[in-house]
């Protein structure tokens, strides 16, 4: 079974809104990662959080983690028509190695 | 070259045939992982190969899949006796140990 879990399954927004995506796991984790994928094939790495730490941000992105809840999210502020993808969070289970075990995903699309 | 490199593109075999597919890594990470995508669907974690450790088969979907990694470079994996089901795309990544995670393109296995 899947380690993580997104919230929503699919999300559409006007552009400029803002767009939040969340994402729920099982075990103990070394890191979260959050990750991109266009229609197509590749996937692009967004952020990686750590364990021992609680929020991060790159441009217009933040993930927020609470290892007590074993949750994360991921804002998109002041979206944009080329934000629409879908959204995976990974998580490598601290059960030694960094296995990176990915979620079901979010498909979001930026309406313009 | 300077990014995973995965072949074939693109696969089309005939149902009880055998596959190989390849993943050519990011010299000097040694972590190495194949997924499986069907459509609209999140990535199914496969193997997980970190150095010259035991890799992690766990997520071998059955007997027919196997996966081979020489050293520190290039994983073939295999499936044998293909079937329907196995129709997805197949994708690789690469990565330095506990950081993110970079991505082939993938192939696409059809099994008609």
């Known amino acids: 079974s899947q380690q993580g879990e997104e919230d929503p399954q699919a999300l559409s927004i006007q552009e400029g809104e803002n767009a939040t995506m969340n994402c729920s796991y099982k075990t103990s984790i070394n890191n979260l990662q959050w990750y991109r994928q266009n229609s197509g094939r590749g996937l692009v790495h967004l952020i990686l959080i750590r364990s021992n730490e609680r929020e991060k941000h790159s441009g217009r992105l933040r993930v927020t983690l609470d290892t007590s809840k074993k949750s994360s999210s991921l804002l998109i502020t002041a979206s944009r028509a080329a934000d629409t993808a879908s959204y995976f969070c990974?998580?490598?289970?601290?059960?030694?190695?960094?296995?990176?075990?990915f979620g079901a995903g979010t498909r979001l699309f930026v309406k313009a | 070259g300077a990014g995973v490199s995965q072949s074939p593109s693109n696969k089309v075999t005939e149902k009880g045939k055998d596959v190989e597919l390849r993943c050519d890594p990011i010299s000097g990470h040694t972590a190495l992982y194949w997924y499986r995508q069907r459509l609209g669907q999140g990535l199914e974690f496969l193997i997980y190969?970190?150095?010259?450790?035991?890799?992690?088969k766990s997520g071998l979907p059955s007997d027919r899949f196997s996966a081979e990694r020489t050293g520190e470079s290039v994983s073939t994996l295999t499936i044998q006796r293909t079937q329907q089901e196995d129709s997805a795309v197949y994708l690789c990544a690469s990565s330095l140990v506990g950081t993110k995670l970079f991505f082939g393109s993938g192939t696409q296995l059809s099994v008609l």
């Open positions: 990974a998580t490598a289970p601290n059960t030694g190695g960094f296995k990176t075990i």
């Open positions: 190969f970190q150095g010259n450790s035991a890799p992690d």
